[in-house]
């Protein structure tokens, strides 16, 4: 019989809602539940696509003795990290506090008050390498709930303060200036990987917001080992087996540092990151690599990830059926070079293992292999490598699919507009920029109310209940603005400038311009969350100030430029110590410190030189570039205004820090002054 969780939107919820166990929503009725009855509360969170998520809910809460037990004794709530990063961020800090490390499942034993008192993640069902079982830690818990409550509730109190004494105040600090990014620059440098791209060792994640700085110091500084490290990381991660090499699209990190074997899940956030991190590097190098797995990750997301209500589905699960009932994580992805002669023939086979690094032994498990692009050199026949490629995809395209987590997430659809959108307009794409305008039109029409709230989530066009956090604000801001600039439509401009004002009102403190994750009329957690760091996406901090700094840029708006400054504050503190987890943050105080340029094109919307003046602004170099584009009496946006064409012909306007240089019709010009 289904527990409460058969009634929410959540695919990760929805996956346990038939579990043995009492479950419970995240909500204030569990809790007084727990008051009501005496008991601890059991909190665990996870998402859809996290395979040792599955592992535990198998061995664990599928069980029904185990169900039993945790029924009789605890209060049981399920969280979609997801659908609630407010809760997993403010829980996860306590579990990194106490143990040093933290990741998911996450597991954490809370008094009725939502105070925690235990901690861990992953626990098996026996014994193992020293860590107890999950029956184990359960049943100290019960005792020492039992017997020891009043240590129990110390403990919990002290954890509570601990955590309310680590807010953090850079938000009124000075903005980052040139010494600051060329440390941050530095720090970059020593963590670099030289051998094989990418910073640090294994595991080894994309770097795609530390790339944009780096693209950005390139444009702004003329320095080669800024364009270096980013080109030759983008090029390793290509060739690697993190990257699809027949479907196109990014697995979420990679085992070992050479970018061979990846945890197979494929999040939308990724690859919206990545597939504009290429896009630009093409834009500043011209390369035919970056144009390629651009434009086949964008073609990913449309076709894999895109929903029936023109929204982008979270993620793609790393498991799934081998064909024998087992689900094994990769199985979708590898091949062996039996299965690749099974598909080709000997002789095509023999080809495709050579260029795709198809070994006897394998890279991977049981004798298989990642496909990768291990030559970086010799003459393939193009045309016979395109064939070997569409029968494989073909091929895999008959195994039993991963699953999908269908839900919409906000923050991470934003992402998703802003990167259709540019490599539509870059690669003269029309079918990309209208699969961002579809999802840009599903987070008007289901996610924002009558007073420009945004909502987290939504799934099969239903909108979930959880409110949307700063990265949501920012986000979706940020694919509105890109929209803004590629299409000229002037409501994408209006838009993020509600979300934006929201920004400035409920998640900003008025005295020292801090950033908070959660309104100030959200629901209150042990601690109201905060953190400035970009981890597998930008922070709100860091994707707020830009989203800030760029609206302030297309009209002038100066509380939102001081917001920005203000926010940027805390990449001086960051930048040069951890310039990995500031990534976003960096790149926008390149932008702010060129300016950021403010390009007007005026001239008729069908005009060939207004379209070519237009594109050439989009393909300028200058980091953080806002374009407007429409004809000279258009007042859909704010630059557009007195904007005059010269001599009868289309023009544009290059400004920035309150001076602009003189109106040009040449497209040559331009570019020179974009940095193009």
């Known amino acids: 019989m289904p527990n409460r969780l058969a009634h929410e939107t959540s695919p990760y919820l929805l996956q346990h809602a038939d579990n043995p166990v009492d479950w419970w929503p995240w909500s204030a009725e569990a809790f007084e539940e727990a008051r009501r009855s005496g008991k601890p509360v059991l909190l665990s969170v996870g998402y859809s696509s996290c395979h040792w998520c599955h592992v535990m809910a198998h061995e664990s809460f599928e069980d029904q003795e185990t169900a039993d037990y945790l029924n009789a004794r605890f209060v049981s709530v399920k969280v979609d990290r997801e659908e609630r990063p407010d809760v997993d961020a403010v829980y996860m800090e306590a579990v990194q506090a106490a143990t040093g490390q933290g990741g998911w499942p996450m597991t954490v034993f809370l008094t009725p008050d939502a105070e925690p008192f235990y901690f861990g993640t992953y626990f098996p069902p026996a014994p193992r390498q020293g860590s107890p079982s ?53 720090g970059l440098t020593r963590d670099y990987d030289a051998g094989h791209g990418g910073f640090g060792g294994a595991p080894k994640f994309p770097p795609s917001m530390a790339i944009e700085f780096l693209l950005r110091h390139h444009a702004r500084t003329g320095s080669e080992g800024a364009l270096q490290m980013a080109a030759d990381t983008c090029e390793r991660m290509a060739r690697g087996g993190i990257y699809d090499q027949l479907g196109g699209g990014f697995a979420r990190y990679s085992v070992d540092r050479e970018w061979v074997v990846p945890h197979f899940e494929k999040m939308l956030y990724d690859n919206a990151l990545l597939c504009r991190v290429y896009a630009h590097l093409w834009r500043s190098t011209g390369s035919d690599l970056a144009r390629r797995v651009a434009l086949e990750t964008a073609d990913f997301m449309v076709r894999e990830l895109r929903t029936n209500e023109g929204g982008f589905a979270s993620a793609l699960d790393a498991d799934s059926d081998d064909g024998s009932g087992r689900h094994v994580e990769g199985s979708y992805y590898v091949w062996t070079p039996a299965q690749l002669v099974e598909v080709l023939g000997e002789q095509d086979a023999e080809l495709a293992a050579d260029y795709f690094g198809v070994t006897e032994e394998g890279t991977f498990e049981e004798g298989a292999s990642v496909l990768q692009l291990p030559q970086s050199e010799g003459v393939f026949d193009a045309e016979r490598i395109a064939s070997i490629r569409a029968r494989l995809l073909e091929a895999r395209g008959e195994r039993p699919a991963p699953g999908r987590d269908d839900k919409v997430v906000a923050a991470w659809n934003g992402l998703a507009v802003a990167a259709l959108a540019e490599t539509g307009a870059y690669f003269d794409r029309p079918d990309l920029i209208e699969a961002a305008l579809g999802a840009a039109d599903l987070l008007v029409r289901l996610h924002l109310d009558e007073h420009a709230r945004l909502a987290r989530t939504s799934k099969d066009g239903r909108v979930g209940a959880n409110a949307g956090v700063l ?5 979706v801001s940020e694919g509105f603005l890109a929209l803004a600039s590629v299409t000229g439509e002037g409501v994408w401009l209006e838009f993020a400038g509600f979300l934006l004002d929201h920004v400035l009102v409920q998640f900003t403190d008025e ?102 003046l237009h594109r050439a602004a989009l393909l300028a170099t200058a980091p953080g570039a806002v374009v407007a584009v429409g004809a000279p009496d258009s007042d859909e946006l704010p630059l557009l205004a007195e904007r005059l064409l010269v001599s009868g012909e289309p023009t544009a306007y290059v400004c920035r820090n309150f001076t602009c240089d003189a109106p040009t019709t040449d497209v040559d010009r331009l570019r020179e002054a974009l940095g193009r």
Do not use: C
């Not at 303060?161 to 980052?176: K, M, Q, S």
């Open 134 to 186: 999950f029956r184990q830690v359960l049943e100290g818990v019960h005792s020492a709930w039992t017997d020891r409550r009043d240590e129990v509730a110390e403990v919990a109190e002290k954890i509570v303060r601990d955590l309310a004494g680590r807010e953090i105040a850079f938000g009124d600090t000075e903005v980052p200036g040139e010494e600051d990014l060329a440390g941050a620059l530095l």
């Open 511 to 612: 005295e020292s311009g801090t950033l908070y994750d959660t309104a100030a009329d959200a629901e209150k957690l042990i601690r109201r969350p905060q953190d400035p760091t970009d981890n597998a996406t930008p922070s709100g901090w860091s994707a707020a100030a830009g989203a800030l700094l760029s609206y302030a840029a297309q009209t002038g708006a100066e509380p939102h430029r001081a917001a920005a400054e203000r926010a940027l504050g805390v990449v001086k503190a960051l930048g040069p110590r951890a310039p990995r987890f500031i990534g976003w943050g960096l790149a926008t105080a390149e932008a702010l410190l060129d300016g950021p340029r403010e390009v007007a094109v005026v001239g008729p919307v069908d005009d060939p030189a207004t379209k070519e």
């Open 471 to 475: 990265e949501d604000y920012a986000d």
